[in-house]
């Protein structure tokens, strides 16, 4: 998959947790995710980076974004997704 492909999944889903307000301790269940192709891989790398914080429950797994790097996820997310400019924040 191309790069700038990649960035716009990325983009994407955390677009959906932005729009949802899922930061900090208010998580979405992954399950909810699973019409984005690469999400394993997309979850692990934003986790590492520490963009993504993940909550494992004995049922499900949440995921929510963190807030101390608000401004660079929001950032991402208007570079990598046209025509949404000040729709989160």
Same mark, same amino acid.
């Given at each position: 998959?191309?790069?700038? *492909? ?11 947790l932005a729009r949802k307000n899922?930061?900090? &301790? @208010?998580?979405?269940?992954?399950? &909810? $995710? ?5 999400? @394993? *891989? =997309?979850?692990k790398y934003l986790s590492n #980076?520490?963009?993504? /914080? #993940?909550?494992?429950?004995?049922? $499900? %797994?949440? /995921?929510?974004?963190? %807030?101390?790097?608000?401004? *660079? +996820?929001?950032?991402? =997310?208007?570079?990598? /997704? %046209?025509? +949404?400019?000040?729709? +989160?924040?």
């Amino acid at each position: 998959m191309l790069e700038r *492909e990649l960035d716009l999944e990325k983009a994407q889903v955390m677009f959906k947790l932005a729009r949802k307000n899922n930061w900090g &301790h @208010k998580y979405d269940r992954l399950e &909810h $995710f699973k019409r984005f192709q690469n999400l @394993k *891989e =997309i979850v692990k790398y934003l986790s590492n #980076i520490g963009w993504l /914080i #993940i909550y494992d429950k004995p049922n $499900f %797994t949440g /995921i929510a974004l963190n %807030t101390q790097h608000k401004k *660079e +996820i929001l950032d991402f =997310i208007e570079k990598n /997704i %046209t025509g +949404i400019k000040g729709m +989160i924040g």
